[in-house]
């Protein structure tokens, strides 16, 4: 094996590393220390480009958003029982990040590429129709669920989704921002409440799809981003389980049983 092989055995444009020199995406890292900020350089590293105002208002509140919803959620509960067990917090956090799975941290990832569908559809038969006809598709072929859409615990809204569609309105004037994701997000809403007395909440997943859509991003790449939005939360949940110490705690308190399904002892 050569230098060359070695050399060529991985490519990146993402980072340029010899002694005494780091440049990230071509940018020196002493010029990026100290003069941008965090969601700027989420967005430099990912997407490869400095961020415009918008790009960054959006993000940022994307981000900003998804954090965390408690300890019923299985990433938050599941990283604070592996503290209880002995682990650091590195470990905690992979525990957490590991279950963002299609079912608890994957709809908006469903709800983007469902988006997707509607706006190349829409082109041809319109917002409306597009939308009906997409959305019957999906439920024939996954059944009734639509991802982005209903909450179990906020209803009839979800606090968090009226704020981030302001903000993708506030910005939707900025070439960068395809806008089109917030009149799909709510076209979705409109038809699944159509008919009902207590409309159909766009959940926190439905409302970050729509920025991460207006922002360009591809639907895996949108999961990629809420694993790190929810990291602070898992993060933070398992410092402080830390903190308040405990040892081999479960899912629920020891003098609660589970149900035995098995033959009689």
């Known amino acids: 094996m050569t230098t060359d092989d070695v050399a060529q055995w991985w490519s990146t444009a993402i980072i340029d590393m010899q002694p005494g020199h780091i440049a990230l995406r071509g ?4 010029s990026l220390i100290g003069h941008v900020g965090f969601v700027d350089m989420i967005w430099l590293m990912v997407c ?47 525990t957490g990040v590991n279950l963002l799975g299609d079912v608890h941290g994957g709809a908006g990832q469903q709800a983007l590429a469902l988006y997707q569908s509607i706006a190349e559809h829409s082109t041809d038969i319109g917002l409306v129709e597009a939308t009906r006809a997409v959305l019957a598709d999906y439920r024939a ?13 906020h209803k009839p809204e979800d606090p968090r989704a009226k704020p981030l569609m302001a903000i993708l309105r506030a910005h ?20 699944l ?18 920025l991460y859509g207006a922002l360009g991003v591809s639907p895996a790449l949108s999961r990629g981003l809420f694993c790190l939005s929810r990291s602070v939360g898992i993060l933070a949940h398992a ?26 002892s």
């Not at 958003?65 to 019923?72: C, K, L, R, Y």
């Not at 072929?141 to 982005?148: L, T």
Request: proline letters at 9%.
């Open 172 to 191: 939707a004037e900025d070439p960068q921002i395809n806008a089109v994701y917030a009149d799909i997000a709510e076209a979705i809403q409109a038809e």
């Open 27 to 30: 940018h020196p890292i002493e």
């Open 141 to 153: 072929n996954f059944g009734p669920y639509i991802p982005g859409f209903g909450h179990r615990f």
């Open 193 to 210: 409440s159509n008919g009902r007395t207590v409309g159909i909440a766009m959940n926190i997943d439905g409302a970050t799809a729509a």
């Open 239 to 264: 410092w402080e389980q830390m903190q308040q110490g405990g040892r081999n705690k479960g899912p629920t308190p020891p003098h609660y049983r589970w149900t035995y399904t098995g033959p009689p």
């Open 48 to 94: 490869g480009t400095m961020p415009n105002q918008s790009q960054r208002a959006v993000l940022e509140a994307a981000l900003v958003a998804a954090v965390d919803h408690g300890p019923q959620a299985p990433s938050i509960a599941a990283a604070r029982m592996s503290i209880t067990c002995g682990v650091g917090l590195n470990n905690a956090m992979a």
